[in-house]
């Protein structure tokens, strides 16, 4: 049983974002790049398998801003092998549908039974990964999963639904699952196991396939722009203490304190 | 070319999703514009064609598995129309359905996809999509020119009443192949957990996100919950950890809040987040990122650290 993790670098949203001169991008060069969050709750799934059925885990990444960092990481926290695909300009925006179909002859040559990512991203603005990638391989995907459950030739899902619903299915292998969530809170990989993984190396480089021209799919973006705050909240300034006071009268105001 | 705007509907087999009225009365205005017809896409749920008075067209298809929602089925379903109705747009939520099938039938009916869409409007011929990306931080506007365009949007971003009307419309059976074959089986349906505190009837929230830290944190702001004789409501991250209970989660895939106040801590105001809470009376945020998205619809808002501001809000409150 081989289950591939793919896995992207976002910019760190606690962080500004500066929009490009072009307009049309951010500027990638004062940006800090982390692992997409969900793509770690993938990861954290996927060892959760690995430790109940024995499941190769393999973490697959495009090169981009600091990948290395991450896929060492997720060495460091139990994946047994990490790819990253290169000779793919990494300096710009990419669209969704150009990552899936970098990424599809890899999935497809690597024979992977399973194939597990984060069900979003925080910059996928043309669509989701899972579902476009499942739509090139023609295979059955599911997304915004919270539970993943393998059998012989199948996998049982859950599936949320929103609102605190999910349905539960069983999906024949191969297939591409989105995390939304894995079944615990993603590990933590010590520093210095993380230190030790990078020295000894072992990241697998293979040329990225080029993908093919898809006007068709392709979305022509405008314009990125900040929103205009228009319904923008009243900063209430001060010290801590005042800032609290002015809470408190205003819930007082309102009938809300009790007492 | 046709400029016909088809809804793919959501539904839990007993009535029709918001979201599916709010798409449906964006896709009406669109659609006067330009001269298109609106049309809906319904798997598996015959019997609700009658609160779609807003199209013109429902067509229907009848999955196996009745009103169990499933992938595979919905997406062949869905694309059997997209091949009959063959519209210029189709319009679906960023919901767990849209998420699925948007972007897989985006290759089977090859065609742009727009998500996280908050905007919809005509430029001549051209149709405008204007997106949130980056968590809410930044805006994207699409320009949608080719024959073709799928485009997912945010709940809440056109109201569901626009949407909402009875009629007859007309009704086409479309009878789609393989459906009984696919190769996911769903297994059954879980409900809302309604165990422990109903945050949905509480008048005043205390909610608390990511900025708060470690669970070992949680103390501060349950003191000021105490004070206040609030529950305490959270973000996803924090109930994903197990910090707090499910049912405490407020947001998309939580439960929708409205009470008289609701006080943000540590809440950078996601649009999965604001989706189950932006129609609460008042909301008070306290952030120390002044940019963070969740005071554009808070009515108060403080860059002070949560550590000092509650505690002191607690004290406050308290005698
Ligand atoms: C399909 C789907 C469904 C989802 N459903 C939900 C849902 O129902 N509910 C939900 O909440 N999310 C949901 N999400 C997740 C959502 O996208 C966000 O990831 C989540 O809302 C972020 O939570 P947060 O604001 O607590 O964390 P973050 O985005 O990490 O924000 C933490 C904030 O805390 C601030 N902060 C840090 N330290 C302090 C301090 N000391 N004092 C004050 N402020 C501080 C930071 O500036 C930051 O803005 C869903 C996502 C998907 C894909």
């Known amino acids: 049983m081989r289950i591939l993790v793919l896995m992207r670098q976002l910019p760190d949203l606690v962080e500004e974002l500066e929009i490009s001169s072009e307009g049309t991008d951010i500027d990638r060069e004062l940006v800090k790049f982390v692992m997409n969050e969900f793509d770690d709750q993938a990861l954290e799934e996927a060892l959760l398998l690995k430790e109940s059925s024995g499941a190769e885990v393999v973490v697959v990444a495009l090169d981009e801003p600091d990948v290395d960092q991450a896929l060492y990481t997720a060495i460091a926290k139990g994946a047994d092998r990490a790819v990253k695909l290169t000779g793919v300009s990494n300096e710009r925006w990419m669209s969704t549908h150009?990552?899936?179909?970098?990424?599809?002859?890899?999935?497809?040559?690597s024979a992977a039974d399973l194939v597990l990512?984060?069900?979003?991203?925080?910059?996928?603005?043309?669509?989701?990964?899972?579902?476009?990638?499942?739509?090139?391989?023609?295979?059955p995907h599911a997304a915004v999963v919270v539970g993943v459950e393998l059998k012989d030739s199948t996998v049982l899902v859950t599936q949320e639904l929103g609102g605190g619903r999910s349905v539960d299915e069983e999906i024949d292998l191969p297939a591409v699952l989105g995390l939304q969530a894995a079944r615990q809170a993603p590990r933590y990989a010590p520093i210095s196991k993380i230190r030790q993984v990078t020295q000894a190396g072992g990241i697998e480089e293979v040329a990225a396939h080029t993908p093919p021209e898809a006007s068709a799919t392709a979305i022509s973006l405008r314009r990125l722009y900040v929103p205009e705050r228009s319904g923008h909240a009243e900063m209430l300034e001060g010290t801590p203490g005042e800032v609290a006071e002015r809470i408190a009268e205003i819930l007082r105001s309102r009938g809300l304190v009790k007492g | 070319m046709s400029n016909d705007i088809l809804v793919l509907a959501e539904h839990d087999g007993q009535a029709v999703s918001d979201i599916t009225?709010?798409?449906?009365?964006?896709?009406?205005?669109?659609?006067?514009?330009s001269g298109g017809q609106v049309a809906v896409a319904l798997v598996g749920g015959a019997g609700l064609t009658g609160t779609l008075g807003a199209a013109s067209t429902v067509y229907v298809v009848?999955?196996?598995?009745?009103?169990?929602?499933?992938?595979?089925?919905?997406?062949?379903?869905?694309?059997?129309?997209?091949?009959?109705?063959?519209?210029?747009?189709?319009?679906?939520g960023t919901s767990t359905m849209g998420i699925d099938v948007a972007g897989a039938l985006s290759v089977a009916w090859p065609a742009p996809v727009v998500s996280y869409v908050v905007g919809l409007e005509a430029e001549g011929t051209e149709l405008v999509a204007t997106s949130q990306i980056y968590g809410g931080k930044l805006m994207?506007?699409?320009?949608?020119g080719g024959p073709h365009a799928i485009c997912a949007v945010?709940?809440?971003?056109?109201?569901?009443?626009a949407g909402r009307s009875d009629g007859t419309p007309e009704v086409r059976e479309v009878a789609v192949a393989g459906l009984d074959s696919a190769r996911t089986t769903p297994r059954g349906v879980h409900e809302p957990d309604t165990s422990g505190v109903d945050i949905a009837a509480a008048e005043v929230l205390v909610s608390v996100g990511r900025g708060i830290g470690g669970k070992e944190n949680l103390e501060v702001v349950q003191e000021l919950a105490d004070a206040l004789g609030a529950p305490l409501a959270a973000s996803r991250p924090i109930t994903d950890q197990g910090w707090l209970p499910k049912p405490q989660q407020v947001g998309k895939s939580g439960k929708k809040v409205k009470p008289r106040a609701y006080l943000a801590f540590g809440i950078s105001g996601a649009p999965e987040h604001l989706e189950g809470m932006r129609d609460a009376e008042l909301i008070i945020a306290c952030n120390t990122d002044p940019n963070a998205p969740i005071f554009d619809v808070a009515?108060?808002?403080?860059?002070?650290?949560?550590?000092?501001?509650?505690?002191?809000?607690?004290e406050k409150l308290g005698s």
């Open chain 2, 21 to 33: 009225f709010e798409l449906l009365g964006a896709a009406r205005r669109l659609a006067s514009g």
């Open chain 1, 98 to 109: 150009e990552r899936a179909a970098i990424l599809a002859p890899y999935v497809e040559e």
């Open chain 2, 140 to 144: 994207a506007e699409v320009a949608i």
């Open chain 2, 62 to 92: 009848d999955g196996t598995s009745g009103a169990i929602y499933s992938p595979e089925v919905f997406e062949k379903a869905f694309l059997g129309v997209l091949k009959e109705a063959d519209p210029r747009l189709v319009l679906t």
């Open chain 2, 299 to 314: 009515h108060y808002g403080t860059t002070a650290d949560l550590f000092d501001l509650a505690p002191e809000l607690a």
């Open chain 2, 154 to 161: 945010i709940a809440g971003s056109f109201p569901a009443d």
């Open chain 1, 117 to 139: 990512t984060g069900v979003q991203a925080a910059d996928d603005l043309d669509g989701q990964l899972a579902g476009v990638l499942a739509g090139l391989l023609g295979l």
